[in-house]
């Protein structure tokens, strides 16, 4: 595994300024510093002591990040094995019993028994565009409590995903290369 290029640090919470460690693996791509910086302003009112579901792990920086700040529970899902090995030594390293680390698809850990988030971060691999599916199935599936907030990363310049009706917008920015957007999950149908 490099070093420098491939790390990425934690900003704030618990262990502010740890770096992440995570080998080269195809569309792995932190989110910036900035994004997650904003991001977490956002999501402050709501992450001590949520539920989290990180659902393209890559790196881990969603998830440990918001285990840092205060999150009682983080599930990171990834399939990549070195990817899983990396997050699996990170969360070693910082003794994080909160995170959860799944090796497993994650269209395939969605049709499993469903457990309700409070928070989901969506930052998969651009060339992945599975956004629209994901959504559907967290929607339908009873993965999220009413009221949950959504992220969702996307390229910039390229149209958002659809997402289910139920998702209000709360705020959207742009950094770079990427779009971000955050929801609110409503009940789910039939609720």
Do not use: H
């Amino acid at each position: 595994m490099k070093t420098g290029r491939n790390q990425v640090r934690i900003i704030a919470g618990r262990w502010r300024g740890r770096k992440l460690a995570f080998p080269d693996a195809g569309g792995l791509r932190p989110s910036g510093d900035r994004v997650r910086e904003t991001l977490f302003n956002w999501l402050t009112p709501v992450l001590p002591g949520s539920r989290c579901l990180d659902l393209f792990a890559g790196s881990g920086a969603l998830g440990f990040e918001a285990a840092s700040r205060g999150a009682a529970r983080v599930v990171a899902v990834e399939n990549d094995r070195a990817v899983v090995q990396a997050l699996r030594d990170n969360r070693a390293r910082l003794g994080a019993d909160a995170v959860e680390i799944v090796a497993r698809d994650a269209l395939a850990y969605l049709q499993g028994p469903a457990e309700p988030f409070d928070i989901v971060f969506l930052d998969p691999p651009f060339a992945l565009d599975c956004l629209a599916g994901v959504g559907r199935l967290l929607q339908a599936g009873g993965w999220l409590v009413e009221g949950a907030r959504v992220y969702v990363e996307t390229p910039a310049g390229r149209s958002p995903p659809p997402v289910p009706a139920a998702w209000r917008p709360l705020r959207e920015k742009r950094a770079g290369q990427v779009s971000y957007q955050l929801f609110e999950a409503g009940a789910a149908a039939g609720d």
